[in-house]
């Protein structure tokens, strides 16, 4: 579900080097086409400098967005549909709803969309480079504005990006500008934690972006030692409460996200000791949880807990899943909760 502006860039890319005739332009019969629908369904809309049509546009407030050095990120709502109308794709739970394709397991909301390094269609970027803050547009954007690659005009895209078949029309809404999006997120995770965990703050983090809090006492202080099986439940959610994973049956149930062809219970853990044998080298992030590999929060967690320790973390996208995400359960660049409890051998 996530990501179709990519898909549109990279198809706009692939078809790119085609060979041109010396009469015939690269886009000529796309740009005819093109031009006629929006004179027969938005004859008023102003047009962009490299060609867009605004057909919505609502001022937001504060600085303008600008170019991608003054806001390489922005974490962004928005509508992606067909010139026909058909939604590809949407981070409203409202328009899943519509379509009859909403499923808890799965994220609705703003996400983080990076600019920087061209990360976005020329054409799309253009337009959000002059939003603000709490404003929105609906947009349509031709074919040949679907690349990653930069020109200096619009005649230059016209005559190097094939968009005979890829225009679409954004719908967009500009929640918050992202100046330093690793900052950004410890940011969230603080706020997260002066509203949800009294009596803590960013001061108690053990590393950058990364918190660990007991909830129930351990039976034993003593370190787990390595090579160790132990049993874990586990229950993963992001920052808005949307729980995303679990090992536990009922809070599967609870949340909507219980799959009857799963198997739950607890987790087996392959325990690695924190240190090494000479005291330097962390070596927790070789832990695996039912023989997978697990993201570095999750794996640093562990190697803090002890003998029946319940414990809650917090960590950024750094040592998450961090900018690709975690198919349409976790967008890119996002901090994560874990509530484990280490338990008895079922």
């Not at 860039?9 to 740009?31: E, F, Q």
């Not at 929060?297 to 040592?319: C, D, I, N, R, W």
Request: net charge negative.
């Amino acid at each position: 579900m996530k990501k179709v502006y990519l898909y549109l860039a990279l198809a706009a890319m692939a078809v790119c080097g085609c060979a041109k005739s010396p009469t015939v332009g690269l886009n000529d019969a796309a740009k005819r086409y093109f031009d006629a629908w929006i004179k027969v369904h938005y004859p008023d809309a102003p047009s962009t400098a490299l060609g867009s049509y605004i057909i919505e546009n609502k001022e937001g407030t504060g600085a303008v967005a600008g170019d991608t050095k003054t806001t390489p990120y922005v974490w962004i709502d928005y509508t992606i549909r067909a010139l026909d109308g058909t939604i590809r794709e949407s981070s409203y739970e409202a328009v899943a709803k519509q379509m009859g394709e909403y499923s808890a397991k799965d994220y609705f909301g703003p996400e983080v969309w990076r600019r920087e390094g061209n990360a976005l269609p020329a054409g799309l970027d253009e337009v959000i480079s002059q939003m603000r803050p709490g404003g929105s547009v609906k947009v349509v954007v031709p074919g040949w504005l679907q690349t990653s690659n930069r020109y200096d005009s619009a005649a230059g895209y016209l005559a190097n990006v094939n968009g005979s078949s890829s225009s679409v029309m954004y719908e967009l809404a500009l929640r918050e500008l992202i100046v330093n999006e690793k900052q950004w997120e410890a940011d969230s995770i603080g706020r997260y934690i002066s509203r949800n965990i009294p009596g803590k703050s960013v001061q108690d983090s053990l590393k950058y972006g990364f918190y660990y809090f007991r909830t129930g006492e351990p039976s034993s202080d003593r370190v787990i030692p390595a090579d160790t099986t132990v049993y874990i439940n586990y229950t993963g959610r992001l920052l808005n409460g949307t729980v995303f994973d679990t090992n536990v049956k009922d809070t599967a149930k609870y949340y909507g996200i219980y799959d009857a062809s799963r198997t739950y219970g607890p987790s087996s853990v392959h325990w690695y000791s924190s240190t090494s044998e000479d005291g330097k080298t962390e070596d927790y992030k070789d832990i695996t949880l039912d023989s997978s590999n697990v993201i570095e929060g999750f794996a640093y967690a562990l190697s803090q807990m002890h003998p029946h320790e319940k414990g809650m973390t917090l960590f950024y996208s750094g040592v998450g899943y961090k900018e690709s995400g975690s198919g349409d359960a976790i967008p890119g660049f996002s901090p994560l909760r874990f509530d484990i409890e280490i338990v008895d051998k079922p």
